[in-house]
């Protein structure tokens, strides 16, 4: 009854904003989003992807951002109109407002998977090294230790003077900037915390952890304020609109969840996507369209008083979104453990990896558009079916050591000649196939 209450109201009050929004979609990446944000008042948007870019949308119009060795999964404005943003090379990287090359700002040891900006242009980085980075405007460069796992959120209160980070050993940890010292835990002995989102006055924190849980707690004692949490899991993002006084939440189950921050009543409930997670939110700067990212490599922009009308984030043309039932077992595998990051046809399509197109018989690392590690370039392999079948035989990691492939493998021989047969059928050059 709430809820139905609430919805009607919003689409009373939403009905003139929406009318002026339509739904808009940006695409140009070759790989999930995985982070958005929106860098100023006249709403520039920028996104991170598993493609290895950063993409800064003019309209519909991108520009990308080239300079990481991996998938980015996070990306912030700066004060100065610049960006940051972190990725699966452990590295922050800073962006200069007027275009150019990047800049280092952290090196972490592990997968970069939270950033926050302080006012001041101070940036707090979450890591999966365990460890909470922070690069200070005057160029000091400190690291947080005191979580026992992965650290995968963090975020500055609004003067900058203290830190919170959520992280996998379930605490939520607030520090002192100045001193870097820990200064509490508002949470402690629940499952790990994804993500985290703060008002610009911090009159409350709100959370999201990897079983579904969302509660909305005071940032000075912890104190609950409201729970959220429903029926699902994990929570994978948040993003919060002061304007229209909303926050948004998006989980591993596709479902995008608005809810007013006057009352916490349930706003919006729909499921964007019913092929896998939303991994990015964040709203226009009048609060009055959601931007979402996830798995089919387009950023979708709503009218939120529209949201679940139009739409849904699916694409049946991409392998990895297709019934598996209609698929060849060797397709199966290859869509599972190859195509978000590879396609079969000439160039990169701006993937995280190189064509596979001509593989066999290539010698490893000498696709001429694509960016190898180190490890890759230099080896001696020459891809063929048993080179191809080792490689998910022992996993990327073992049978080349250093590259930026995925730790992944292929434990079942058959699976492993199954899709050998098929990349062998469908990588030949076009000629060779007639």
Known sequence: MRRGLAAALWMACGAVAAAAQDFTLREGHGGPIMGVAVLDAAGRIA????????????????????????????????????????????????????????????????????????????????????????????????????????????????????????????????????????????????????????PPDDSWLAYGTVDGVVRIIAPGDGRELADLTLDRRPVLALAHDPVQGQLAIGDGDGYIMVVSTADWSILRDFRATTHGPIWALAFSPDGTVVHAGGLDEALHSWPVARLGAQDPMQDAGKSFLRDPAEMTNGERQFARKCSICHVLTPGTARRAGPTLYGLFGRRAGTVPDYSYSPALESSDIVWTAETVAALFDEGPDHYVPGTKMPMQRITRASDRADLVDYLRRVTRPAKEQQ
Do not use: C
């Open 47 to 198: 996104t991170a992807s598993f493609d290895n870019s950063v993409g800064l949308w003019s309209g519909t119009t991108p520009s990308w951002r080239d300079g990481h060795r991996a998938a980015v999964n996070v990306v912030a404005g700066l004060p100065d109109g610049g960006l940051v943003s972190g990725g699966d090379d452990f590295r922050v990287l800073r962006w200069p407002a007027g275009g150019g090359a990047p800049s280092e700002l952290i090196l972490h040891k592990g997968k970069v998977m939270g950033l926050a900006v302080a006012p001041d242009g101070g940036v707090a980085s979450a890591s999966w090294d365990g460890t909470v980075g922070l690069a200070e405007p005057d160029g000091t460069l400190r690291y947080l230790r005191g979580h026992d796992g992965t650290v995968s959120a963090v975020a500055f209160s609004a003067d900058g003077r203290r830190l919170y980070s959520g992280a996998a050993d379930g605490t939520l940890r607030v520090w002192d900037r100045e001193t870097g010292a820990e200064t509490g835990q508002l949470v402690r002995g629940g499952f790990g915390i994804n993500e985290i989102a703060l």
